[in-house]
């Protein structure tokens, strides 16, 4: 199929809101807080782990990912990325209910950016609970590149040492924490999301097919650990989040997750190896009752 011959086909299903890849992420986070069962609330952007939707391995192309072309678009180019989005909770969504999921591509805009051509394609998904009323809007950012030459010499693995798998989030001030990242824990959440993108678990196809200096920490991940640092410090009720990935973040890299008080909500911000010069890796903004 080509791209021009493509159109979009909205997706309506009605989903469980699974215990199971709840309890998995709570158990991959392990930062103390009671873990969500059957008729809790859902933490905000945790419905992203609750709702896994697994493709069958037929349809899986090179990268992982379901072949484009059905419900995405047939981009020619390699790298796909989960570059951000909005999602506005009008009410709660309860671990264990049923909720119909009703999706569809909204625009497909072609780019040239600074490192060649780029694709940017938005995604509508609104959640609507048992009773019918409409719990989750969402708009979801997905960006495809081309590309980066793979490097001239082998990249090396990190050595068992720097891959030890440890407590991810560490408090380090009233309003920081360090987020630490190795392949197990890559691999989990692949796992809890239904997330075959072989960027994240795949050394050899990361760094030799697309070019990555390492495996990429999902951006859900960090979105997830900034949302995170907002409840652990008692945060008000969240109403609407805009998170946004601006550089990637390669598994082990230190990491460090900063939260700022602004008017109606709060700054959430993740600083990679450059630190705060450099600018953040990924943010959330926050909006609170």
């Given at each position: ?64 990912h379901p ?35 009703e999706a ?146 390669f598994c ?38």
């Amino acid at each position: 199929m080509t791209a021009s011959a493509w159109q979009p086909r909205p997706e309506t299903s009605i989903e469980l809101l699974d215990p199971a890849p709840v309890a998995a992420l709570a158990a991959l986070l392990d930062d103390g807080l009671p873990v969500p069962g059957p008729g809790d609330p859902l933490p905000p952007l945790w419905h992203w782990v609750a709702l896994p939707r697994w493709a069958a391995s037929g349809v899986l192309g090179a990268d992982g990912h379901p072949r484009r072309g059905s419900f995405l678009p047939p981009v020619e180019l390699p790298r796909r990325m989960f570059a951000g989005g909005e999602i506005r909770l009008h009410a709660p969504l309860l671990v264990g209910s049923t909720v119909r999921r009703e999706a569809e591509v909204v625009s497909v805009t072609e780019k040239d950016g600074r490192s060649g051509a780029l694709v940017v394609v938005d995604v509508r998904i609104r959640l609507f609970t048992g009773t019918g009323q409409l719990a989750v809007e969402e708009t979801q950012n997905l960006i495809y590149r081309e590309a980066a030459p793979a490097p001239d010499r082998p990249t090396q693995p990190p050595s068992a040492e720097d891959t030890l798998p440890r407590t991810p989030l560490r408090r380090t001030a009233d309003n920081a924490w360090d987020l630490r990242t190795d392949p197990s824990l890559l691999a989990r959440f692949s796992a809890a999301t239904a997330n075959a993108h072989r960027i994240h678990y795949d050394w050899p196809y990361a760094t030799g097919v697309e070019g990555y200096p390492g495996l990429v920490v999902h951006g859900p991940l960090q979105a997830i650990a900034l949302a995170e640092i907002h409840r652990l410090m008692g945060g008000a009720p969240v109403r609407e989040l805009r998170h946004r990935g601006r550089a990637p973040l390669f598994c082990g890299q230190p990491a460090r997750l900063l939260a700022t008080e602004v008017p109606g909500g709060v700054s959430l911000e993740l600083f990679g190896p450059g630190g705060e010069s450099a600018g953040p890796n990924a943010t959330v903004d926050v909006t609170t009752d």
